[in-house]
DNA sequence: GTCTATAGAAGGATAGAC
DNA sequence: GTCTATCCTTCTATAGAC
């Protein structure tokens, strides 16, 4: 329906960003093919023609997407700067990809737990050597200077991590209990206010940490 | 299928808990009725006896399983202790809560984000004004002597929840990035040390947050 | 490649006997 | 209250014309 369908080869590519939006609408069993279709331009049975079934179509999207968000956080964890610099870059980017695909994190993580098996394709992409490397070494001396073990690395990450994915996971309770923020601009704002919020307050919390 | 209809008269409970688990695990539009009846022991022509419709049934559900989670979480926060005292608290509950109820936060998440309308029955739960008490005000001055602006308030609290709920919500996410607590006995000990573990963090953060 | 028409399966809901 | 049988709609998928 966004626009009638033009006899250019282009077709796939527009029944693939159909596809991906209304799958992180409405997830993977909500999603009708007719929707896919309709919001192509086209109907069901080129659809078909060029995805044989719903879940071929489904698998296509899900891997480009969970692929989207991973590469997106590893590409700024990668990188060879101080774990300080990582994180302040790490929340400035991050929050920013979140603004554009606010719909990323529940969709990924509901078909990841209604469907483990979908972790699958992802296990090839990553490198564990480097992720741990990432994780547990290469900060390691830097961190110990605020107290931080090897051991509490896992606690640590996830910490990171969930200061810019969660709030979008949870932004429907969060206009629940927070009605001043509910619509979209000011989320957005209380969100990019959030990028320093959570680095002052990761910084504080590691150079006040117990050793 | 649990166990073979018995002619007393808990039916309607039988049926509510085999929607409930179903609900959880696929959401609304992965559910099927069969299978709640399969759960229950009945077949679907008696689950339409007791509940006419599958949306009927769900919103039921919903708003259970919704009204557990703020129950839980209010009846910590609204409780008139310190912050600090409270923080270690809300913590300690609400993970052991959570280790109970893991498949909670992206079930509630994700239909609400597919449904918003689903809130509605909540905000008649809430008592703004006690929340604002509860967020804004009451602990205004312990805080302030932690350099937390009223301003800021938002930003600890999504902070405060998201230590609890983040990791079970992005649990399989975190199996494929860390393997190590793949399985469940594993994660749950890994929360239990999340509890400590967040607790001082942000109390270290706050006693080292710039004014 | 793209369409119309339709097959075929699945799932929610109801009729009616016991 | 509970069951069997069945209706009817919705949805995925395919046949076949252009």
């Known amino acids: 329906m966004t626009r009638p369908a033009t006899s250019d080869n282009q077709t796939r590519q527009r029944i693939f960003r159909a596809a991906a939006e209304v799958f992180e609408e409405k997830g993977y069993t909500g999603a ?3 929707e896919i279709a309709d919001r192509a331009g086209i109907n069901k049975a080129l659809l078909h023609y060029y995805y044989s079934s719903k879940e071929q179509l489904f698998m296509a999207v899900f ?3 969970l692929k989207k968000m991973f590469e997106k956080i590893f590409s700024i964890f990668s990188e ?3 774990f300080k610099e990582k994180l302040k870059k790490f929340l400035e980017e991050h929050i920013e ?3 554009k695909n606010p ?3 529940i969709f990924l993580l509901n078909e990841l737990s209604q469907n483990p098996a979908l972790a699958e394709g992802l296990k090839e992409m990553i490198n564990y ?7 547990y070494t290469r900060h390691a001396k830097e961190l110990k200077g605020y107290g931080i073990k090897k051991n509490d690395m896992p606690q640590l990450m996830v910490t990171v991590v969930s200061f810019s994915i969660f709030p979008f996971a949870a932004r429907d309770m969060i206009k629940i209990m927070m009605p001043e923020m509910g619509d979209t601009k ?7 206010e959030r990028k320093s919020f959570a680095s002052d307050f990761i910084m504080a ?3 006040h940490h117990k050793k």
Do not use: C, W
């Open 63 to 65: 891997h480009v997407l």
């Open 32 to 34: 009708r093919m007719q």
């Open 97 to 99: 990809f979140m603004i």
């Open 103 to 105: 719909k990323l994190p």
């Open 186 to 192: 000011k989320f957005n704002t209380y969100m990019r």
């Open 129 to 135: 050597g480097e992720l741990r490397d990432m994780i």
């Open 205 to 207: 919390a590691l150079k």
């Open 80 to 82: 060879e700067i101080s």
